[in-house]
């Protein structure tokens, strides 16, 4: 009998097993039995878990190379065409070939450059090409190159082609894990900055790029270690309707205590998106903090995010590069704000009617 899995997240797969702290080695040790197995259905799913588990360090753990190279050199052997295809893999892995490590990693240096050209050509092809050489080198990493990778992946999540958004959203759950120890607290830091547009996209209006939203901000939430991951998957598992919504929202905040004003100061930045979609979830986010979180957020603020408040317009940063082709702000003013009074959008209008003032007195604070 089939697991019951929900409809918004994939079946969990092998990949799941060897990046979380799962048990490798009972699982590893039953994967060996089912590749002795007469059942073919247990010799697929026996080597596609020996073939993730390639990917990481904790196999050497529990296994010898050469004991892993005889059961992938027996799957060579194996009468269905995708277990040796498979075990052909796993023997080319970086874990049993080392040296394949420097290629890759010349191989990924020349598609960056590729990549972060304004305009590059098939850029799915560069992103899907780009997944399979960080899945490859597994826990070797690619050191700095990671945190380029990742800003400008953060850049396409509002990409107008569901496509481009989409791929940039799944693969930046890749790139958060792929820097090493080094850049780790680095790409932690990335990952906090990323939450509140995956939050946003969580309700995009495609849904393939809904669910892979989901699970890059459930990967965002374990790299940075939430107090309530467990709650958080299954909210987003099998949570429906404002109610889990709701509780998302505050399993965010509740996990980052002390934070909430680099939420807001972020999420302002919405209110002057093309976007009509991420405006109205914007304003919705926004006005659940300002409600629910308005003294928290007088004693959070900083100087830095009080002047931004203060400032007219003309004052404002200067307009950056948007992806649609767009100038938006880094940062928005009250006085910015002030424009949504004047809006041909009637929920834009009432946002300004409801929560302008807040946005003022929040203005006056500074610690």
């Not at 190379?65 to 040796?84: A, H, I, Y």
């Not at 100061?265 to 308005?294: C, E, N, T, W």
């Not at 880094?330 to 809006?343: G, T, W, Y």
């Amino acid at each position: 009998m089939e697991p019951s899995v929900p409809p918004c997240l994939p079946l969990p797969s092998d990949r799941a097993m060897a990046h979380y702290d799962c048990e490798v080695k009972a699982v590893l040790g039953q994967a060996v039995i089912f590749l002795k197995s007469p059942e073919e259905r247990d010799n697929i799913v026996a080597i596609l878990i020996i073939t993730e588990f390639l990917n990481g360090q904790e196999l050497t753990q529990y296994m010898s190379r050469k004991t892993m190279d005889n059961f992938l050199s027996l799957g060579l052997n194996n009468p269905n065409q995708l277990v040796r295809a498979m075990s052909l893999k796993g023997l080319s892995s970086i874990l049993l070939q080392p040296k394949k490590v420097v290629l890759l990693r010349n191989r990924l240096a020349v598609l960056l450059d590729s990549f972060l050209k304004p305009e590059p050509k098939d850029l799915l092809g560069l992103m899907e090409i780009l997944g399979d050489i960080l899945h490859r080198l597994g826990t070797q990493g690619v050191g700095a190159i990671s945190l380029k990778i990742a800003q400008h992946l953060l850049q396409l999540f509002e990409n107008e082609k569901e496509g481009v958004r989409g791929g940039a959203i799944f693969l930046y759950g890749d790139v958060i894990y792929s820097g090493g120890k080094k850049f780790r607290q680095a790409l932690k830091s990335h990952a906090f900055q990323a939450l509140v547009p995956l939050l946003f996209h969580l309700a995009d209006s495609c849904p393939d790029v809904v669910m892979k939203a989901k699970l890059t901000f459930l990967r965002c939430a374990v790299l940075l270690r939430w107090e309530f991951r467990k709650e958080l998957f299954g909210k987003l598992a099998w949570g429906r309707g404002l109610g889990a919504e709701n509780d998302i929202l505050i399993y965010m905040v509740e996990s980052n205590f002390g934070n909430y004003h680099q939420f807001l100061m972020r999420a302002l930045v919405y209110l002057v998106s093309p976007d009509r979609h991420l405006k109205l979830v914007a304003m919705k986010f926004i006005g659940g903090l300002l409600q629910d979180y308005f003294a928290d957020l007088c004693f959070c603020l900083k100087k830095d995010d009080v002047s931004t408040l203060r400032k007219s317009p003309r004052q404002a940063a200067p307009p950056q590069s948007h992806p649609r082709g767009c100038a938006v702000r880094p940062r928005v003013s009250a006085a910015d704000l002030e424009l949504l009074k004047q809006d041909p959008d009637s929920e834009s209008r009432k946002f300004y009617k409801i929560f302008f003032e807040d946005v003022v007195e929040l203005s006056q604070y500074v610690t």
